[in-house]
């Protein structure tokens, strides 16, 4: 599993353990699984899903910065759309 966090300025929108997510890139969408490799990318506004326990999430972001480190991802987005 994966210990997602996803931040605005304003709040912690979602924090939990995920088995995957995907992420709109600059340069297009990319999916992160367990194990991924270290990364720090650049996103634009576009879908982020995931997927928990309990089934597959969706936000729309207003562009961000993804960080992606030893099973731990942080989000950190402009704004939560929806």
Do not use: H, N
């Given at each position: 599993m994966i210990q997602l966090t996803i931040?605005?300025?304003?709040?912690?929108?979602?924090e939990g353990e995920v088995e995957e997510a995907t992420f709109p890139g600059a340069n297009g969408s990319f999916q992160v699984l367990k194990n991924h490799a270290a990364l720090v990318?650049?996103?634009a506004?576009?879908?982020?899903s995931y997927t928990t326990?309990?089934?597959?999430k969706a936000h729309v972001i207003d562009g961000?910065?993804?960080e992606v480190n030893d099973n731990n991802v942080v989000l950190l987005a402009?704004?939560?759309i929806g």
């Open positions: 931040i605005t300025p304003d709040q912690k929108v979602f990318s650049a996103l506004k576009g879908t982020v326990k309990e089934g597959k961000g910065v993804v402009e704004k939560v």
